[in-house]
């Protein structure tokens, strides 16, 4: 078992609908939570980082933390066809040891909004 | 404040060979790790420096190495390629390790 799964999608939605993507994990050492977006062939870009339980809003964007579930979630409100890309979680652990420097990714979800 | 660079963007080597790739962290980073992206098994961290010394190293054959100059730049090697070292090599680097920024990577072809 991978320990971060995320639904692979492919997702198509139409432009000006929210959008959730989904990672759950099964580490219970992860603390700090990330969602990156990229382009095709392009490196990842960070969007939301957050190390606490609830809600982070930036913008169009907000990540939802659930440690006790284990469940991490991007929200795009409002998407646009330039949202359209592969959308990434990772997680990582305090430092130290094994830890150091290393983020653990999902597999991605591809998202396509539609004009 | 410039990112995360990458050189060269694009390889071609033919297996047996060797290769070397070069990462330039944003200014006043001194963390860089290294990961492998494959359609298959999707990101995987391969190692980190910080400080010019490897703190951490992933699952990965001996043939990938790395090493960290005193200006944070890093470097990464693959020898003796093989058909499935073909895969997009992403550097990121971070000041604390969680929150890391990526270049845009290299994109490495074995034939």
């Known amino acids: 078992q991978k320990e971060v799964e995320q639904d692979p999608g492919p997702l198509s939605v139409p432009e000006g609908a929210i959008v959730s993507l989904n990672c759950t994990y099964s580490?219970?050492?992860?603390?700090?939570f990330m969602w990156y977006r990229q382009y095709s062939r392009k490196g990842p870009e960070l969007l939301m980082y957050?190390?606490?339980?609830g809600n982070k809003e930036d913008g169009r964007f907000t990540a939802q933390v659930d440690k006790s579930s284990k469940y991490i979630s991007l929200f795009i409100r409002d998407s646009q066809p330039s949202d359209s890309a592969t959308y990434l979680c990772?997680?990582?652990?305090?430092?130290?040891?094994?830890?150091?420097?290393?983020?653990?990714f999902g597999q991605g979800t591809i998202l396509t909004v539609h004009p | 404040k410039a990112g995360v660079t990458q050189t060269p963007r694009y390889l071609i080597k033919t297996r047996g060979q060797q290769v070397t790739l070069s990462c330039s962290p944003i200014?006043?980073?001194?963390?860089v790790s290294w990961y492998q992206q494959t359609p298959g098994q999707g990101l995987q961290f391969l190692f980190e420096y910080f400080s010019e010394t490897q703190r951490n190293k992933g699952n990965f054959p001996g043939r990938f190495s790395g090493r960290q100059f005193s200006n944070s730049r890093s470097e990464m090697n693959v020898s003796t390629l093989e058909l499935g070292d073909s895969a997009l090599y992403l550097c990121?680097?971070?000041?604390?390790?969680?929150?890391?920024?990526f270049g845009p990577g290299t994109r490495l072809t074995v034939l």
């Open positions: 990121a680097s971070t000041v604390q390790g969680h929150e890391q920024f």
């Open positions: 200014s006043g980073h001194r963390s």
């Open positions: 580490n219970s050492a992860f603390q700090y």
């Open positions: 990772a997680m990582s652990a305090f430092s130290g040891g094994t830890s150091y420097g290393k983020l653990t």
């Open positions: 957050t190390y606490s339980s």
